[in-house]
């Protein structure tokens, strides 16, 4: 108790200390480089910088880091194809780190003091929505490759990912069509899950379904016991489950649904955040027989996916999946490209003008984009089988036209969002 | 309606007893020692690792080893979290015995260090750590042993210290270009426990439905603690270890090791916390944040219950289980709804993310009137 601290030992122990923290740092390798330029010898002219601004760290990193893949595969695929405009693509890649203060920082920095002329990144809607006025307030462009719960229309963003009618509401549809009536909406408390299930909850009731019972957890909660109590007692008789939960919850949710006995025969549950990925994590057991709705899955057939695949795999390992949001995120890439290219400068509006009907043959299949900064795609559901991959049981026969602003929540009714008028801009009223 | 009650009884239990399992180990560290240990969600990370691990080699076996590797990974993963924590308390905490800030603040710090541990060990760290003591301590202890260094003896270190710095990062720059040794060992991924067959189902018994995982973790909880009871009352160092936490002067004075006391406390904590993270890999995710879901509800338990007393943990927890899940599943506001505007206010709160605020703030009132927890510590030993 009374051992005196003395000076010997102080050395001794933070030297020991500062030495193995140098070690750490020395032996991690798989860190993030703060800077990875594949063309860092090339002087500022020849290049065009774009910034990547991803958690590389903290809860997010899980996600968000094979987002970054993703987009690093597109830049080197158009570099080695000899860039853009004749000029080669520098990447400065930020670590938002899952601080939602840290990624308006570092959009700042990006936007400021790298000069970049566009930025690609973000993956919660909450850091979405902490960059917005960044971008809005330097009119910056931001490529946000996630789904996300609409009810938002920025000039400065270009949504790659689906809106609510291009996920959320024709998978409602389909499970109304298909697996019954009565739904039971389970969530992650924050803002996607809440706003989703409004929006599930109104479209239920204009469609003859009913909603018998919703319950949130906090997240990264894991104790689901109350809720399945909850959806036994809801649902006596089995009935469908549409789950908005994030992260770890999900984990533990379908580890003990399968032991509460709610098999997917009699409890098909419904998933907008559970993809090739977070099969792999959940363990595929557990979740085989379930659903989820995406526009991009690995097993999509077309060409454009193939080499996708291909391509990916030889670069980061054959034992990598791929998901939608990464997906999306690669075809951002391309999408920029081609408007610069179409606008023949990275001037920010000149581009912004440009993208507007930019369309590729994208491995989901064709996208286009519209004026109102959102992609055209097709919607798919997938029903997860025995090697973690999924099913696809059900495509939209033709690509879905984007409605950021939901038409079944009466707050956003006839609402519209078009930047290519400037007298109807982000929400005018539709006739 | 006596269905619903049996279930809201098995539920409040199964949480209860998660919640308990979790909690033990602090409860032991917190009550006897007075340490304040962050790094205990941390600890049941590590268990739950080490399931991980014994799960992917039994796999590799098969068959039979894989029905019940499960008990093969509790031992394991008592054995490895208690020399994690003996390393932890022999390396960190002794120096901060009574000072509870310094180790709230030093456990903090060796949880973080954990966590990011395990996102990015693998062979090159492995290796450049255990070259690093090797060289750094082994040289120090032939230095110490020489008694002829004498006022050199800063120098000396230093040298050493750079040149055992300089040997690892050269050894490792070497090593750095192979793909095997550098590729992470788990990674920041969640990764997948799978529970074994007869772990996964459930059984429906009267209408209430008794998941095996569940059952499992009950029988584990009840299991550690009538051997915890055991040990602390029956065994030579239960003995010790009690009259150290009575009055540690005293206890030295009688030619009781403290040291070793202390040591062999904490690492019995630690491998509980061990236990506790392999059983909740049957229930929940296994990744770098694992023990962090953990670690508010277990002090809860253990700030609840009382310092140093294991019935109040277990009534702690117990309550605090069932409390969760009456509120959180509506069952309450069921059973009050004759009382309607106390139904409708317990409504509110029937979602298990605003059971959670309710229950904290009924911790709250109940500190209010018992601020030393359900079975409040008497004696001398409070004022340390």
């Known amino acids: 108790m009374s051992k005196q601290f003395n000076r010997r030992k102080f050395l001794i122990y933070s030297s020991a200390t500062i030495g193995s923290s140098v070690l750490l740092k020395a032996c991690a390798n798989d860190s993030p480089t703060a800077t990875d330029s594949p063309s860092a010898t090339n002087t500022g002219s020849d290049t065009i910088k774009v910034g990547i601004l991803h958690s590389l760290s903290g809860t997010m990193a899980i996600s968000e880091r094979s987002v970054v893949d993703a987009e690093q595969l597109a830049i080197k695929e158009i570099n080695s194809a000899g860039g853009i405009l004749g000029k080669q693509i520098q990447a400065i890649v930020e670590d938002g780190a899952s601080n939602w203060d840290t990624f308006r920082e570092k959009a700042t920095k990006l936007i400021d003091q790298d000069q970049t002329s566009v930025i690609f990144g973000c993956w919660t809607s909450a850091s979405r929505k902490n960059v917005k006025p960044v971008f809005e307030s330097k009119d910056h462009m931001l490529w946000y490759p996630v789904q996300y719960e609409g009810q938002e229309c920025s000039k400065n963003i270009f949504y790659t990912g689906a809106a609510p009618n291009q996920q959320i509401e024709p998978s409602v549809d389909w499970m109304l069509k298909n697996k019954g009536k009565e739904f039971f909406l389970v969530g992650s408390d924050y803002v996607f899950p809440r706003t989703a299930n409004t929006i599930i909850k109104a479209q239920l009731e204009a469609l003859g379904g009913t909603t018998v019972g919703e319950d949130y957890l906090p997240l990264g909660n894991v104790e689901v016991t109350p809720i399945i109590s909850k959806i036994r007692q809801a649902l006596p008789n089995g009935g469908v489950i549409y789950n908005t939960l994030n992260g770890d919850s999900n984990v533990a949710f379908f580890k003990q649904l399968r032991g509460a006995g709610l098999t997917p025969e009699k409890y098909p549950s419904m998933s907008v955040s559970i993809a090739e990925e977070e099969v792999k994590a959940i363990g595929v057991e557990y979740l085989q027989g379930h659903y989820a709705a995406w526009n991009y899955f690995q097993t999509v057939d077309t060409p454009a996916n193939q080499k996708f695949v291909a391509a990916f795999k030889q670069e980061y390992g054959a034992d990598r999946v791929i998901n939608d949001p990464m997906e999306a995120a690669y075809i951002a890439v391309y999408l920029w490209k081609q408007a610069v290219e179409k606008a023949g400068t990275t001037d920010l509006a000149q581009v912004r003008a440009a993208a507007y009907g930019q369309t590729i043959d994208a491995p989901e299949g064709k996208v286009t984009m519209t004026a109102n900064n959102h992609l055209s795609k097709i919607v798919r559901i997938g029903q997860v089988r025995q090697d973690g991959l999924f099913d696809i049981v059900y495509a939209t026969p033709a690509p879905v036209e984007p409605i950021p602003w939901n038409q079944f929540v009466k707050e956003t009714q006839g609402f519209g969002c078009d930047w290519s008028d400037p007298a109807k801009g982000g929400k005018y009223k539709q006739v | 309606m006596l269905t619903g009650f049996l279930e809201a009884l098995f539920n409040g239990i199964s949480i209860g ?368």
């Open chain 2, 17 to 384: 007893a998660v919640l308990l399992i979790a909690a033990l180990g602090l409860a032991i560290i917190f009550g006897l020692m007075g340490v304040i240990n962050m790094a205990h969600g941390e600890l049941m990370m590590f268990g739950a690792y080490t399931t991980f691990v014994v799960q992917n080699a039994c796999k590799e076996l098969g068959g039979v080893w894989f029905e019940f590797y499960i008990f093969l990974a509790l031992i394991a993963a008592f054995l490895f979290t208690a020399v994690v924590g003996l390393i932890l308390e022999r390396g960190v905490i002794r120096y901060l015995y009574g000072r509870p800030l310094e180790t709230l603040l030093a456990t903090w710090g060796v949880s973080l260090i954990f966590q990011q541990f395990v996102r990015s060990v693998n062979w090159l760290l492995v290796i450049g750590i255990f070259l690093f003591c090797l060289l750094f301590f082994g040289g120090l202890k032939i230095l110490n042993s020489r008694n002829i260094l004498g006022k050199i003896r800063n120098w000396v270190v230093a040298v050493l210290l750079l040149l055992s710095l300089g040997m690892t990062i050269g050894t490792g720059n070497l090593l750095s270009n192979r793909q095997v040794v550098t590729q992470p060992w788990f990674g920041a991924q969640n990764v997948d426990v799978t529970a074994p067959n007869w772990l996964q189902e459930g059984i429906s018994l009267g209408g209430v439905q008794l998941p095996f995982a569940r059952l499992f973790i009950i029988a584990l909880t009840i299991v550690c603690v009538a051997g915890i009871y055991l040990f602390l009352q029956r065994s030579n160092w239960g003995l010790r270890i009690r009259a150290v936490t009575q009055n540690r002067s005293m206890s030295a004075c009688l030619g009781i090791p403290t040291q070793r006391v202390d040591a062999i406390t904490f690492a019995l904590g630690s491998g509980l916390a061990g236990v506790a993270g392999c059983a909740i890999s049957l229930l929940g995710s296994v990744g770098p944040n694992t023990g962090q879901n953990y670690i508010i509800d277990t002090f809860m338990v253990v700030v609840v219950g009382g310092v140093g007393n294991l019935a109040g943990t277990i009534l702690a927890a117990l309550g605090i289980g069932t409390a969760n899940f009456l509120i959180g599943s509506g069952t309450l506001a069921f059973l009050l709804s004759p009382i309607q505007p106390l139904a409708d206010l317990l409504n509110f709160f029937a979602t298990t993310s605003m059971a959670k605020v309710l229950v904290f703030a009924l911790i709250i009132v109940f500190l209010q009137w018992k601020p030393g927890g359900i079975f409040p510590q008497k004696g001398r030993t409070v004022d340390i």
